[in-house]
């Protein structure tokens, strides 16, 4: 069985209609009904109708069990369930339509990225996108600091 990785950057393209094409590694696991929602970033998140489920299930058992307050609730719901809808994936080119709203809020043009990570798909202006991962890089930094050379994340070669 050949190893197929779920996670990765690929570069994509907006087209005029406002779809953009999801990457072929990708089509496998993206099928059918789709939801599309505003990001956490400024960024479209893309799931499965049943990453969908778990998202909104996990935010209620979240919100009750930490006591959110009602503005951080409502502020939540506005974000990600108030801009969610649902598309199919064009099972010949893998494209999926992007509504104005959507393409508006992540300032999508016509090269973009699709990221695969943590379950879901987003869709990234390719600027944004530069800016993001540079605060990350620093983050990712620091913690590399704080290790300081006490965790090895790689095996020596031939050790596995």
């Not at 990570?117 to 600091?145: Q, S, T």
């Amino acid at each position: 069985m050949e190893f197929a990785l779920q996670t990765g950057t690929f570069e994509s393209t907006l087209d005029d209609k406002g779809r953009v094409v999801i990457p072929a590694p990708l089509r496998e696991r993206y099928t059918g009904k789709l939801v599309i929602t505003q990001g956490k970033e400024l960024c479209v998140w893309v799931m499965t109708s049943a990453a969908y489920e778990h998202f909104i299930s996990t935010f209620k058992k979240e919100s009750k069990e930490n006591e959110w307050t009602a503005e951080e609730i409502e502020a939540f719901e506005y974000q990600h369930i108030s801009t969610a809808s649902t598309v199919d994936i064009d099972p010949k080119t893998g494209r999926i339509p992007i509504s104005v709203i959507l393409r508006s809020y992540a300032n999508l043009t016509k090269d973009c990225l699709v990221v695969s990570i943590k379950g879901h798909l987003e869709i990234w202006n390719v600027e944004y996108n530069k800016a993001f991962m540079e605060e990350v890089r620093n983050i990712n930094k620091d913690v590399h600091k704080r290790m300081h050379g006490k965790v090895n994340f790689f095996v020596e070669e031939g050790s596995i």
